[in-house]
């Protein structure tokens, strides 16, 4: 013990406590060659299961190949961006600055992966996105942004395709629309796919993000007859709007949601209540290709789970970043997106490219209808796969500046 | 001009469920003189023992009778071993101490029943709409006005026509007072709390099938009740019934002509109504 009562032990202790030491000892790694990624996501509040999931599937894409790529040996450096731009951006940073990371996936949230995404492009750090807004791949585009999510274009016109094919009858189309971005996107693009399957639109409410009374839009809706009420909004609001909507015991009228909630949020409505419903997806676990066979057994052996989403996400982006740089023979970032960028490879979806201009992830989006109470085998079996689509956002409405 | 009338019959049922909320805020702010900010848990309390109650199959009326139960019995215990041992100290004491009280309810909650939501599906003589001819009105709107205008006439009669109701109202009107006449202030307040949670148990119960329910539900619900509060008169009961009415057919209306506006318009009226009348529409201090 030193005179003013602190040794060099003490302090190593104090540090290794406090967790200081960790950047280094990640920064010394990366110097003996060792390639850090990373994985932001929420680990933490109502929503700290999603950061679990989609360390899952993270998990699985490193495993396959024994944590090693180009004789390198792979760390995953986990960070919880709380699902707060602000936070997401400064977990980076330190990531940057501390451990060299220069591949990373995120949050489902787009106003975090967008937040992130001006420090990829500072930084030259490839990042995989998997948030719903198109201006990943539109107006904010750049050279190490990627985006694994449909384009909110295909999302709606694979929708639209569906009920068309399944209700030829159908005619009038009502939206209900969150109001901010994302809502916007999905209006914009209902309002161009509608017309060319032949539907009307008969009438669009914008509700404020957070609305827990959806009555009085059913109200005005239904007012003008319509056959299909299509909600343009997702997570919380769509399960509020849907619970309210079954009140009124409707029918006849077709209930479709082109990007509203993964299969496992539906868990919080009862069978009577999503029975019948359209939904739009970006995964199911039965898709038929050998790459998405391979995972769900994967899934299943170590977790004893069917893959969502979020799983889905995270191994596929890993598994493609890890296939461009054995193409690249490269961990560097640069040659890394370059590889990337018009890139052909069976993921999960079956055969994949990747866009070189806007790098959006050319893919199909599926459609599944829920089930009815007496049809569900067990609490898993919600909805059957029924269609998918691959319709690519019409190069007149991408906003990418990018040549 | 069907449409109007559509959307006051709509408010009218939305509102009720405000004031169920609401009254039960005002009971506890009159006596208490504390701004309930666990109020939005006891809600979220309420509907979870609604949906428990309803899963293991006991009635629906049953379940909500459960719902005001437990929460009034929750309420009870809040105001008996927390606000009562803190009356002498200071306000922001028992402000923290609610604040806190809401976020372990929130928390254990979570710990019993995750993080996923729940939703019950009403009894099948609840389900569908009628055809009014200008309007479809869901059933079980119908009943939660109902349900709303009963509970409230209840704690009318309660508050009104009982001796536990007029020690009440005097405990509101002149503490001081009641306490000179020997009147044990401290079991009233524990009363009067348990009958402010008791509502919100109710006011969670009923909006179950509506909203649903998580651990963090009652929050959005309680922001809309502190609203109806002040607009309605703080210590003003019926105030609070009439406000709640009042945002409800508002908010209504509003999606006609600003639908995006309807959240931010029930914000913008309690405002200029404080700017013009800080007593609210009802208050009498």
């Known amino acids: 013990m030193t005179p003013s ?8 202790q104090a540090l290794a406590a406090s967790g200081c030491v960790a950047p280094g000892f990640a920064w010394a790694q990366a110097a ?48 919880d961006d709380e699902g707060k731009p602000a936070i997401g951006v400064r977990r980076l940073t330190e990531l940057v600055e501390t451990s060299q990371v220069k591949f990373f996936i995120g949050n489902a949230s787009s106003a975090v992966g967008l937040a992130e995404s001006e420090i990829a492009a500072r930084e030259k750090i490839v990042q995989y996105a998997g948030g719903g807004s198109d201006e990943f791949t539109g107006a904010r585009c750049n050279p190490y942004t990627f985006q694994w999510s449909a384009s909110p274009y295909t999302a709606s016109s694979t929708t639209l395709e569906y009920v068309r094919k399944a209700h030829p009858n159908a005619k009038r189309v009502y939206t ?128 004893q789970m069917l893959p969502t989403y979020a799983m889905a996400y995270a191994y596929d982006t890993f598994r493609t970043i890890f296939l461009a740089m054995e193409k ?23 055969p994949t490219s990747i866009d070189a201009r806007t790098h959006q992830t050319n893919r199909p989006y599926y459609v599944c209808l829920c089930k009815q109470p007496d049809a569900q085998k067990n609490d898993q079996d919600i909805a059957d796969l029924v269609f998918q689509g691959d319709k690519p956002q019409p190069a007149a409405l991408n906003q990418c500046s990018r040549t | ?126 389900g569908g709409a009628m055809d009014l001819g200008f309007m479809f009105l869901p059933r079980y709107l119908v009943f939660c006005a109902l349900v709303g205008a009963f509970s409230i006439v209840a704690v009318w009669l309660l508050i009104e026509k009982t001796r536990i109701g007029s020690s009440i109202r005097a405990g509101i009107e002149r503490r001081e007072m009641v306490q000179c006449l020997g009147i044990d202030i401290g079991t009233l307040l524990t009363l009067g709390f348990a009958l402010g949670a008791g509502m919100a148990g109710l006011a969670g119960g009923i909006a179950l099938p509506l909203l649903g329910a998580n651990a963090t539900s009652g929050n959005d619900m309680m922001a809309i ?61």
């Open chain 1, 5 to 12: 009562g602190f040794s060099r032990r003490s302090v190593l």
């Open chain 1, 32 to 79: 003996a060659g060792d390639l850090n990624i990373a994985l932001l996501s929420q680990n933490s509040g109502n929503f700290a299961t999603h950061g679990e999931v989609v360390f899952k599937g993270a998990t699985i894409a490193l495993e396959e190949r024994g944590h090693t790529i180009l004789g390198r040996k792979i760390n995953l450096l986990r960070r």
């Open chain 1, 176 to 303: 209900l629309t969150v109001d901010y971005a994302f809502g916007h996107s999905l209006l914009k693009y209902t309002r161009e796919a509608a017309p060319e399957l032949g539907f009307e639109l008969a009438g669009n409410d914008m509700h404020p993000l957070g609305e827990r009374q959806y009555t009085q839009y059913f109200n005005k809706a239904l007012a003008v007859k319509p056959d299909v009420i299509l909600l343009l909004t997702a997570g919380s609001d769509f399960l509020a709007a849907v619970r309210q909507l079954s009140s009124y015991g409707l029918k006849k009228v077709i209930v479709a949601a082109p990007w509203a909630a993964e299969l496992d949020e539906l868990k919080e409505l009862t069978p009577q209540m999503r029975a019948g419903l359209i939904l739009g997806l970006n995964y199911h676990s039965s898709i038929n290709t050998p790459v998405n066979k391979a995972f769900v057994a994967a899934a299943a052996k170590r977790y």
């Open chain 1, 328 to 350: 690249a023979k490269s961990v560097d970032s640069t040659a890394v997106a370059r590889v990337m960028e018009g890139m052909q490879l069976d993921s999960v979806h079956g």
């Open chain 2, 1 to 126: 001009m069907n449409l109007v009338a559509a959307q006051i019959v709509n408010g009218l049922a939305i509102g009720m469920l405000y004031a169920v909320m609401a009254l039960g805020l005002s009971i506890i702010k009159g006596l208490l003189n504390v701004p309930n900010f666990a109020h939005g848990a006891l809600f979220a309390v309420g509907a979870y023992v609604c949906y428990t109650l309803s899963t293991i199959g006991a009635p629906f009326a049953v379940a909500l009778i459960g719902a005001f139960s437990g929460a009034a019995l929750l309420g009870f215990l809040i105001e008996r071993f927390g606000i009562a041992n803190l009356t002498g100290g200071s306000y922001l004491l028992q402000v923290l101490f609610l604040f806190g009280t809401a976020l372990v309810i929130e928390q254990i909650l979570v710990l019993i029943y995750g993080t996923t939501g729940v939703s019950l599906v009403p009894p099948a003589m609840l």
């Open chain 2, 225 to 285: 009740a502190f609203v109806v509060l002040v607009l309605g008169g703080l210590g003003s009961l019926y105030g609070a019934v009439a406000a709640g009415i009042l945002i409800g057919v508002a908010q209504s209306l509003t999606t006609l002509v600003a639908p995006s506006a309807s959240t931010l318009l029930i914000y913008v009226i309690m405002t200029v109504v404080l700017l013009i009348g800080p007593k609210g529409l009802f208050g009498e201090r």
